[in-house]
Structures are given as structure tokens and as C-alpha cells.
């Protein structure tokens, strides 16, 4: 790959009527968001036409401030490869950044499988980050009757509520504010309304902080608030109306000290051959056995696990492994009971890996 590469994709969601037309819009008129391709579903869904001023072949079009619109025609796979081969061929002459808009009743995960793990596309692109927008008016509604909407708030590295002002009780918006860090305690919540709420509070969500030239683990892994958590909701009628946030639990798994590289592996393999589809979001910064110098990091999406990658140091002095997972219908303690078994936590032996593959459930009820 030549110089520019990888390209952060940022992953823009939320369910029908959450308002990413008007976000997308807004952000599109802002400088910082020059030199970059925004792939919608159809033109007609998101209303842009004011900025057109040309339209290419191949649903490609060229916006007023030199950005770049693309219609998913095909699969994702085959828009993002256009992408790379006109990068190269100099038909594009740079990319900065690529926003990808789902449909409202989309299950992110697909789109950031697309991104992790296509051998060709992973050289090109970086995932940046999930930004998944939630209507204040209808969002608790939305939440109670779609679980597809409790995964794109699970799987969200900022959520952004929208319509605030259209909302007649404050005390709903508070609610909705809590249930939204109840389901994902790890992500910035935000208010489209704010100022503040631009083009580098939504994005730049990655491991690596601009701001800073360094990578920020804590800001991405979102340490301070994903600590072991779930959602059990309160009693009667409220709880049923919240049962699909209940199947939601988020994971914070530390260990001090180095473990070596085949304890992580096993453990990661067995974790998404046995739940990968119940596995939404993963991410890590691991201390190998092999090299306490250099961490790994590890990023993962249901079965799909980003091509793991080494730092050239500790950005922030903290050593150890600490992974934060957000699973869906997890069988209670599985994660856990099987990250203590392969870190070598004395209260658990560590399982036989021919035992494991054959029955990896076992380990639940140990």
C-alpha cells in the first residue's frame, strides 16, 4: 500500500428517524471533514442534493468542498475496493476519511466485519469508530421494541442524542440518558444540540488520539466507566419493557502481569468459536510473555478479529492486559470464568484445550 493508508472508516448508525440526515449534513459542511468519502445507501435517503455539483460514474459524486458521496450499489466490500483502486490509480487524489451511514434498521455488525476482516481491505482501512445516534422523543420506545437498536447503542464508541429539544419532559430525557449508559457504559455520550458535539468529538475514535501523536488506551478502550456491568432493569412492567437491554453485558478484564501469546489465542478462539455471534464488540491491550516490551492490540467484531498489532511501547505506563467486551445472551460468568482460566488465576485450573474444543461451554459452570 502507498502512503495515506490505512484510511480511518467511521461507522455512522441509529434507528430509523434518529436524525443522521441532519447530522450528516451538518458535518459535511465543516472544513475538517475535507478529503473525505461518505457511503450512503441510497441518494435519495439522505438529502444532499445542495451540495452536489457533479455527479461521476459508478455513483460517485463529487461534493462542493471536495468530498466524495458513494451509493452501495453492491456489497460494501466492492464500494471500498473502488475506493482503494481509484486512490491508486490517482483517480481520487487523497482520502482522509471515510463515513459509512447504514440503514436505520441495520445491524452494524455486518459493516464492521466488511472493515476487519477482508485480507485486501484491512491493509487499506482502519476502523475509527461506531457513532450511533438516539432520537431523545422516540429512543426508549425504539430500544424497548427493537433489539437491533439495543446492538447499535451496545456496539457505539460515541452516542449522540438527537431531538432533545423536541422532547416535552426532561425527566425522559435523564431516563433515556441512563438507560443509554446502562447498555454501554464505555461510550461518550453526547447531545447533537451542543456545540461541542463536531467533527472531533464524534470521531478520531481510535486507539491512535491525533491530538495527542500517541495512542490512548484508556480513551478508547473507555476503562473508567466499562467495568463488569449488566443490566438488570427494575421490576414489573418497566422490566419486561426493557428486556432486550437485560441481554446486554459489558466486560472489563484486567490482568497484572505478562501471559504469553498462546494462552491468548486459545482463549480468543474458543470465546468466538463458542459465542462468537453473541461476542458484539471486543478490544484489548495485551502484555505477551514473549515481549512485555511491546504490547498487542486486539480488536474484534462477533467471529471476526482484526488483524492483531503490536505497539512499539506502553503509551501510558500501564502494563498488564486489560480487554472490555460487550457480548449479547452471553451465558452468565462465561467470559470471565474463561479469561481466569487461561490467565492462571488460582481460584481455576487451566483447562485442557482438547477438553475446551470439545465441550467449550464446560467452563461456564465451573
Not at 5 to 28: D, E, M, Y
Not at 153 to 172: M, N, Q
Not at 208 to 227: C, F, I, Q
Not at 342 to 355: E, L, M, Q, V
Request: proline share 6%; net charge negative.
Amino acid at each position: 500500500m502507498s502512503s495515506g493508508f490505512p484510511i480511518p472508516v467511521s461507522v455512522l448508525t441509529g434507528f430509523l428517524g434518529a436524525g443522521k440526515t441532519t447530522l450528516l449534513n451538518r458535518l459535511l459542511r465543516d472544513p475538517a471533514l475535507a478529503d473525505t468519502a461518505v457511503i450512503i445507501n441510497e441518494f435519495g435517503e439522505v438529502a444532499i442534493d445542495h451540495l452536489l455539483v457533479e455527479q461521476a460514474s459508478d455513483g460517485i459524486i463529487q461534493l462542493s468542498d471536495g468530498c466524495l458521496c458513494c451509493t452501495v450499489h453492491g456489497e460494501l466490500v466492492d464500494t471500498l475496493a473502488d475506493l482503494v483502486d481509484r486512490l491508486q490509480t490517482g483517480r481520487i487524489a487523497r482520502l482522509a476519511r471515510i463515513v459509512i451511514e447504514t440503514t436505520g434498521l441495520a445491524d452494524p455488525a455486518p459493516v464492521l466485519q466488511s472493515i476487519m476482516g477482508h485480507p485486501a481491505l484491512v491493509q487499506a482501512f482502519r476502523l475509527d469508530g461506531v457513532v450511533t445516534l438516539v432520537d431523545a422523543v422516540n429512543g426508549s420506545a425504539t430500544l424497548d421494541a427493537h433489539v437491533e437498536a439495543v446492538k447499535q447503542v451496545a456496539v457505539a464508541d460515541r452516542i449522540v442524542l438527537t431531538k432533545a429539544d423536541l422532547a416535552t419532559d426532561p425527566l425522559d430525557i435523564e431516563a433515556l440518558r441512563t438507560r443509554l449508559r446502562q447498555i454501554n457504559p464505555g461510550a461518550e455520550l453526547l447531545d447533537a444540540g451542543d456545540s461541542r458535539t463536531d467533527v472531533a468529538a464524534l470521531f478520531d475514535c481510535g486507539l491512535y488520539n491525533p491530538a495527542t501523536k500517541s495512542a490512548d488506551v484508556r480513551r478508547w478502550l473507555g476503562e473508567e466507566a466499562a467495568h463488569d456491568h449488566h443490566h438488570h432493569g427494575d421490576h414489573g412492567d418497566h422490566d419486561r419493557d426493557h428486556r432486550h437491554d437485560s441481554r446486554v453485558r459489558s466486560h472489563a478484564l484486567v490482568h497484572d502481569g505478562p501471559v504469553p501469546f498462546s494462552a491468548i489465542e486459545m482463549f480468543l478462539d474458543l470465546l468466538r468459536s463458542a459465542h462468537g455471534e453473541r461476542l458484539l464488540r471486543m478490544k484489548g491491550i495485551i502484555e505477551l510473555l514473549e515481549d512485555p516490551a511491546r504490547p498487542l492490540v486486539v480488536h474484534g467484531v462477533q467471529k471476526i478479529l482484526h488483524p492483531p498489532a503490536r505497539l512499539p511501547s506502553w503509551p501510558d505506563g500501564q502494563r498488564g492486559t486489560r480487554l472490555v467486551l460487550i457480548t449479547l445472551d452471553m451465558p452468565e460468568d462465561y467470559v470471565r470464568r474463561l479469561f481466569a482460566a487461561f490467565t492462571n488465576r488460582p481460584s481455576i485450573d487451566t483447562p485442557d484445550r482438547a477438553a475446551l474444543e470439545n465441550n467449550p461451554l464446560a467452563i461456564a459452570g465451573r
